[in-house]
């Protein structure tokens, strides 16, 4: 989904959250689509906020929480460590 955002917007990235999936979402991107009732937003952010805001979304691994972001345009390298949690 986030792929398909991303190329849309024609943004720099593009992140979405695990609350926006539909339980029926399938995992395959083309068939996925946004809930009927969301937008896209396109905002300015600084490195220091984009960071930010992907150390909070890993901050649970590896429970499950609906501000897990999805990506495109970045690879995000997370390290699990040994108690399981990640960083």
Do not use: C, H
């Amino acid at each position: 989904l986030a792929d398909l955002i991303w190329r849309e917007a024609k943004s720099d990235v593009a992140l979405v959250p695990a609350a926006t999936f539909a339980s029926n979402v399938s995992s395959d991107s083309q068939k996925a689509v946004p809930l009927q009732d969301d937008s896209i937003v396109i905002v300015d952010v600084t490195g220091v906020q984009l960071q930010n805001a992907l150390i909070r979304s890993i901050s649970y691994v590896p429970k499950a929480f609906a501000g897990l972001l999805s990506t495109a345009g970045m690879s995000v390298l997370v390290n699990i460590g040994p108690d399981g949690r990640a960083r």
